[in-house]
């Protein structure tokens, strides 16, 4: 592992490594495919400068605004003892009446260190865990942590924690709209796997503590505005798939070395900063180095990874870049110009292309009888 | 003028001495008369003040120039609307209608649905520390303090909830249970005081409306809302928590009361210091 370890302090070079959470890591789950994130990840690499400095930095990072109105309805939704998350619990999981019990772990008597208040969410689970109905409730903000890539990462999640009959569910509050009881696909999706990074970690305390992962629910609880309103309302996910998906990745980025093999030695993203912190590497040099980890570029990157403008550039032309469906009805093709070049029949298909290039001359035949002309 | 503003604040601390000697007498009709006095002194310091203020607004914070901000009476007079009450009266009352420690939030809902003008929610951020301040630098001056509610376990002041120096230890601990059960207490007080107002206002009404969907039983809908089913429904879910929150408390407060001095039963203290004990063993 330390010659590993060696490789990755290399790679990220001079800069202090940064820690994967609950957003990195759902992120890899999200397009486990890709060499260049997971290697980046593994080494602490700060992406976002590393894309500024080649001249693609990200369009990144929540809107004030949204983190603003997240923050309101999530203290909307926690006020008065949790009243509203009560009623709901009440209403949809049939949480007894006497289950109030109310744990703050934002901070342990005004201290706010990840580890203090690690240590505080372990001592009060523990003694949930161990004592079953009556200890604790509700745990707001509790504080986890998670292995991921031989590093422990705190997962600060903006969630509670609560015991219902002796098992722990995992209660996320996010801002976006349940419409007519439609939400976001995609939103509802990032939800379910950070959730599910939370399950994860939440079960890898209790393991700790000598409770099997059964303690902690396969489903969560999202609780989101309704309709057009502020009302609070909850739906219970299942999100067992996405765990499966994230213990694999997990597993992957432990076994990181496989990947780290497939790169040439040399390949280092350090930016050499100078004295002030200003990077100074050369960017031709930088790019030829981010090109030597193989990425696997889909547009549902450009929310979740800092390096997307770039991979985006880098893919333009391919049929990936178009998005996993198109992808995958154009197997075996690669390009977008031979695509174009399949469906002006201007060269023959070879024998792997053959069903993918009669579904694009179809596409193509319909097209022209559509607009009056060939295209 | 520097000098009438510290010839009223003087006057003010002898008004507040006197106050507190005729409450402890037993004097109600004096130390109310007292009190209008003290009001009074209070708005003409407030107008010495803004006197004061406006020649040196353009220039910034020159030297003396009033109290830092936040300072309970630091708003100039042509601002306040209705209300002739400090901001901490105004808390005060609020709190006293709940009956229990609350968010600022709550606070600010509570007065501007029952009484006349506005509780600027901006002006309650730094409250606590203000009275904290003056405790420490004048201990019982004033007759009562906005202080901390504290946790049970770390005897640290709980995030969030103002209290009222005069209540019992009791109801100024914050156990496990306390959240819902200062909900409900605060739901019952919002609930009486609607019954015992002929007319409510509509805000009052919205306000217990929306501790009634919270609480099951209490309500059907919003045209159906009655203050005394929804008192009656609080009281129905606080006697399933009321005994083991209150052994909760006055175990915590028991604590309290021994191992912090005056100011830390306000304030709070001990916090780390205690917990690391606690993990110790």
Redesign the interface.
């Known amino acids: 592992m330390n010659a590993v370890e060696a490789r990755l302090d290399r790679l990220r070079g001079s800069a202090a490594p940064r820690a994967h959470n609950a957003r990195t890591i759902s992120a890899l789950a999200s397009n486990p495919g890709c060499a260049r994130r997971a290697v980046m990840d593994a080494a602490g690499v700060d992406k976002q400068r590393v894309a500024a400095h080649v001249g693609h930095p990200a369009p990144f990072g929540q809107s004030q605004f949204a983190i603003t109105r997240g923050n309101a309805f999530e203290a909307q939704v926690k ?6 998350l ?2 709901l619990l ?1 209403e949809r999981l049939r949480l007894p ?2 289950e ?5 772990l ?6 706010t260190s990840n580890k ?1 208040r690690h ?2 969410t372990r ?1 009060l689970l523990a003694r949930a865990a161990a004592s079953g109905q009556d200890a ?1 409730t509700l745990f707001d903000h509790p504080l986890l942590r998670l292995r991921a890539g031989g590093r422990a990462v705190y997962l600060e999640p903006d969630l509670i924690a609560f015991q219902l009959r002796g098992r722990f569910h995992v209660v996320e509050i996010k801002s976006f709209a349940v419409i007519d009881g439609q939400a976001d696909g995609g939103k509802v999706a990032a939800a379910v796997i950070q959730s599910a990074v939370y399950v994860l970690a939440l079960r890898d305390l209790l393991a700790e503590l000598g409770t099997g992962p059964e303690a902690v629910s396969d489903e969560v609880v999202l609780v989101c505005p309704k309709d057009f309103s502020n009302e609070p309302t909850a739906a219970l996910l299942d999100v067992r798939k996405q765990l499966t998906v994230l213990r694999r990745q997990l597993a992957r980025l432990d076994r990181i070395e496989d990947l780290l093999a497939q790169i040439p030695q040399a390949v280092t993203f350090d930016l050499e900063p100078d004295a002030a912190g200003v990077p100074r590497r050369d960017r031709r040099a930088l790019e030829l180095a981010i090109g030597a980890v193989p990425a696997r570029y889909t547009p549902e990157c450009l929310e979740t990874c800092e390096m997307c403008r770039f991979c985006r550039e880098e893919a333009a032309g391919s049929t990936a870049a178009l998005g996993r469906a198109t992808r995958d009805d154009l197997g075996g093709i690669d390009d977008i110009g031979t695509v174009l070049e399949l469906a002006r029949g201007s060269v023959p298909p070879a024998d792997h292309q053959a069903e993918a290039a009669a579904a694009i001359r179809a596409a193509a035949r319909m097209r022209g009888e559509i607009l009056g002309a060939t295209g | 003028m520097a000098q009438l503003a510290e010839e009223l604040e003087r006057r003010m601390e002898e008004l507040r001495a006197e106050i507190r000697r005729a409450v402890i007498a037993g004097d109600r009709a004096r130390a109310s008369e007292l009190r209008r006095r003290l009001r009074a002194t209070d708005r003409e310091w407030e107008e010495a003040l803004a006197r004061l203020a406006a020649p040196q607004a353009p220039g910034g914070p020159g030297p003396g120039a009033g109290p830092g901000p936040g300072a309970d009476a630091g708003e100039p007079a042509g601002r306040r609307g209705g209300a002739l009450l400090t901001v901490r009266e105004r808390v005060h009352q609020a709190l006293t209608l709940l009956g229990a420690p609350a ?1 600022p ?2 606070i600010v809902a509570v007065y501007e649905a029952f009484y006349a003008g506005e509780l600027p929610a901006a002006r309650l951020t730094s409250l606590r520390r203000d009275e904290e301040r003056s405790f420490r630098s004048a201990p019982h001056a004033r007759p009562y303090y906005l202080c901390a509610a504290l ?1 049970a376990d ?1 005897l ?4 969030g909830l103002l209290a009222v120096s005069t209540w019992p230890m009791e109801r100024r601990v914050i156990g ?5 059960v ?2 409900l207490t ?1 739901a019952i007080g919002v609930a009486e005081r609607l019954l015992a107002t002929g007319q409510p206002p509509a805000a009052a009404r919205r306000l217990l409306w929306r ?1 009634a ?2 609480i ?1 039983g209490a309500a059907s809908g919003p045209a159906g809302l009655d203050p005394g089913q929804v008192a009656a429904a609080a009281r129905a ?1 606080l006697a ?2 009321a005994d083991a929150d209150a052994a909760h408390r006055a175990a915590a407060a028991r604590r309290a009361l021994d191992q912090l001095d005056s100011a830390g039963q306000l304030f709070g203290g ?3 210091r ?2 690391r004990g606690g ?1 110790a063993r």
């Open positions: 006020a008065g003892g949790c009243a509203q009560l009623r009440r009446i006497p109030v019990s109310y744990a703050n934002d901070d342990v008597a005004g201290d203090v240590a505080r001592a604790g | 968010a939030r709550l946790s770390l640290a002041p709980a995030r496990p249970l306390s959240p819902r200062d909900y605060a501790f969907v919270n099951p879910e399933v928590h001990g916090g780390l205690l917990l993990a």
